[in-house]
């Protein structure tokens, strides 16, 4: 990813990337070496203590958390998340957070808002590449587009080694090929005899990239191409330098369509039942500010009657030492 294009772009997303320390990882350039990656793979596991573990040509690998940062600047720290064991103290709700993603645009579709694709285009291609259905909202995409846009700072060093294991074990693709190859070099593996692969430019996502999403500038303001649906084109290029283990990705797989969206009446519901509740809370908060208000009136009138009263006793008290006197 060429982050620099996008920092003077008027576009936001990337934020949310410097805000998780992301923007040196999504930055990684340089060549990688695919026999070595599929070794690497084919060695890797993650010890107890959560140290990554592999053996590259007789030498062996092993990755501690702060060995991270001197990689990739990435801190080992931050909340452990899976879509499939979503923590009790996150208030996350898949409809709302829906919600928020899809906005009223072209003719009346219901399309993702311009930062949140770019921000899912960077996640399903580098953060958590996939094989296929790029476009599509899955429901751990529209989780981690919650945790991003939420700014709950992630254990990335984590996430990345999860992910690899996956891939170890799945047709997922052999990602992360040059955070890999900058790993072994880091450890000492001797790359030299193994064939390089190095990426062109234009297979870097930018903002160049953006008309073959169909995002164009008008007036100074990033938005969807009128002309186009909000589906990513086939034959985008995708991005290699985290995606690649030697067999490209077909972007004509899988299904492009948005999320159905036959759970947004669903989610009203819900939304409108909320709202229901919260005006029945703050109806239960006049009903006891009155009933404050009429205990502070009793306490007042009460405090008349116990002065009254006290009047009372004293006069009393000062007719008996008057006669007491004489």
């Known amino acids: 990813m060429n982050y620099d294009s996008f920092t003077t772009s008027g576009l936001y997303f990337h934020h ?35 140290y990554l573990l592999s053996e590259v040509n007789k030498r062996r690998i092993k990755l501690k958390p702060d060995d991270w940062f001197n990689i990739c600047h990435l801190k080992y720290e931050g909340r452990t998340v899976s879509f499939t064991d979503i923590p009790e103290d996150l208030p996350f709700d ?17 399309v993702r808002s311009v930062s949140d694709r770019l921000l899912h ?31 709950i700072s992630i254990n ?49 996502f930018s903002t160049s990239s953006l008309k073959r999403l169909n995002i164009v500038n008008v007036d100074g303001v990033w938005q969807h191409d009128c002309a186009v649906n909000d589906d990513e084109v086939q034959g985008q290029p995708q991005n290699p330098l985290h995606d690649e283990h030697g067999i490209q990705p077909d972007h004509s797989i899988g299904n ?21 509740d919260l005006q029945n809370r703050m109806q239960g908060m006049e009903d006891l500010q009155g009933c404050v208000h009429g205990i ?21 008290v000062n007719l008996i030492l008057h006669k007491l006197e004489d």
């Open 16 to 50: 949310h990337l410097v805000y998780q320390g992301l923007a040196d990882f999504v930055s990684l350039d340089g060549p990688f070496y695919l026999d070595l990656i599929k070794v690497f793979y084919s060695n890797l596991r993650i010890s107890g203590n959560g």
């Open 94 to 110: 898949r409809d709302m957070a829906l919600s928020f993603m899809l906005i009223p645009e072209m003719q009346g579709q219901r």
């Open 121 to 151: 285009y960077v996640i399903v291609h580098i953060l958590t590449p996939r094989l296929t259905n790029f476009a599509k909202l899955l429901h751990k995409d529209i989780f981690m587009l919650w945790l991003l846009k939420n700014n």
């Open 156 to 204: 990335w060093p984590h996430h990345i080694m999860q992910h690899m294991l996956k891939c170890k074990d799945s047709d997922t693709p052999l990602s992360y090929g040059i955070l890999i190859t900058q790993i072994m070099q880091y450890c000492g593996v001797n790359v030299s005899a193994d064939t390089r692969t190095t990426i062109g430019k234009r297979h870097h």
């Open 256 to 276: 492009h369509e948005e999320p159905p969206f036959q759970l947004h009446s669903h989610m009203l519901n819900r939304v409108w039942d909320g709202v229901q």
């Open 296 to 316: 502070e009136e009793n306490l007042f009138n009460l405090t008349l009657d116990v002065n009254r009263q006290m009047a009372e006793v004293n006069l009393n």
